[in-house]
């Protein structure tokens, strides 16, 4: 069964959370015992990646132990073509669709396409959006993006029914990491109205399980924390308590 699939049949049970890994923040030498922890904790998937930083010979080994230490998927979430491996399970492919520049909407995706291809690497086709306060966050500023402004949910609800029409099969709303605050829930409702039964993944400045719970609520299927787990003294404890409200919370429909 492809990742994608699997993905979806736990979707049909209840909503998931992804734990994000940035080996260059937390250690390449920390990654694997962090995923182990996240997957002990309840975690459905390890997505590892990062703006800046994570690539090259350095991201192969550390995607090879993190494999090695879970059996959950292990997910590519790249931020430009250098964070690619072949030995991760999937890749997000993502494209930037509320990117000023180009290159982060199908520039980058042109130029790792018959590299991804040779390594056989699953490809999960994902649409991108950046909101408010996205802007003020690196992955903002490197990807050249205009956030989804707050004030205008419409035009969220315009480009998440754009991804749906272009076919993604996720469409990820990223306040960024470390962000002030998260997606905000008329963001999160107006994605959700455009895509129907389609899959939306939430990610960035949640830093409680009430708030992923509330993000659920809204409309999310799939709540992603990072920045939050990467100081924390047990990561278990910090993962299962994001992962067990996540389990247990009834989506909007």
């Given at each position: 069964?492809?990742?994608?699939?699997?993905?979806?049949?736990?979707?049909?049970?209840?909503?998931?959370?992804?734990?994000?890994?940035?080996?260059?923040?937390?250690?390449?030498?920390?990654?694997?015992?962090?995923?182990?922890?996240?997957?002990?904790?309840?975690?459905?998937?390890?997505?590892?990646?990062?703006?800046?930083?994570?690539?090259?010979?350095?991201?192969?080994?550390?995607v090879r132990k993190i494999k090695n230490a879970v059996k959950i998927p292990v997910i590519l979430f790249p931020g430009d073509i250098s964070g690619i491996s072949p030995f991760a399970d999937a890749i997000l492919y993502l494209s930037l669709?509320?990117?000023?520049?180009?290159?982060?909407?199908?520039?980058?995706?042109?130029?790792?396409?018959?590299?991804?291809?040779?390594?056989?690497?699953?490809?999960?086709?994902?649409?991108y959006l950046i909101t408010e306060p996205g802007g003020e966050t690196a992955a903002g500023w490197v990807g050249d993006a205009r956030p989804l402004p707050v004030r205008k949910p419409s035009i969220t609800y315009a480009y998440a029914l754009?991804?749906?029409?272009?076919?993604?099969?996720?469409?990820?709303?990223?306040?960024?990491?470390?962000?002030?605050?998260?997606?905000?829930?008329?963001?999160?409702?107006?994605?959700?109205?455009?895509?129907?039964?389609?899959?939306?993944?939430?990610?960035?400045?949640?830093?409680?399980?009430?708030?992923?719970?509330?993000?659920?609520?809204?409309?999310?299927?799939?709540?992603?924390?990072?920045?939050?787990?990467?100081?924390?003294?047990?990561?278990?404890?910090?993962?299962?308590?994001?992962?067990?409200?996540?389990?247990?919370?009834?989506?909007?429909?």
């Open positions: 069964m492809s990742v994608y699939d699997s993905l979806m049949e736990k979707l049909r049970e209840h909503p998931l959370h992804f734990t994000l890994i940035d080996p260059d923040e937390i250690g390449y030498d920390n990654a694997a015992r962090f995923a182990a922890e996240a997957e002990r904790a309840g975690t459905d998937a390890i997505l590892i990646g990062g703006t800046v930083g994570v690539q090259g010979e350095l991201l192969d080994e550390t669709l509320n990117s000023r520049n180009p290159y982060y909407i199908s520039g980058v995706q042109a130029l790792s396409a018959p590299i991804i291809l040779r390594w056989g690497l699953e490809v999960i086709p994902t649409a754009s991804a749906r029409f272009l076919g993604y099969k996720f469409v990820y709303l990223e306040a960024g990491s470390g962000a002030a605050y998260p997606v905000d829930d008329r963001l999160v409702m107006a994605a959700r109205k455009a895509l129907g039964n389609a899959p939306l993944i939430v990610g960035g400045g949640i830093r409680s399980p009430d708030v992923a719970v509330q993000k659920i609520q809204a409309g999310a299927d799939v709540i992603v924390t990072g920045t939050v787990l990467e100081g924390a003294d047990d990561v278990y404890s910090a993962v299962s308590a994001f992962a067990s409200a996540i389990h247990s919370a009834e989506r909007k429909r």
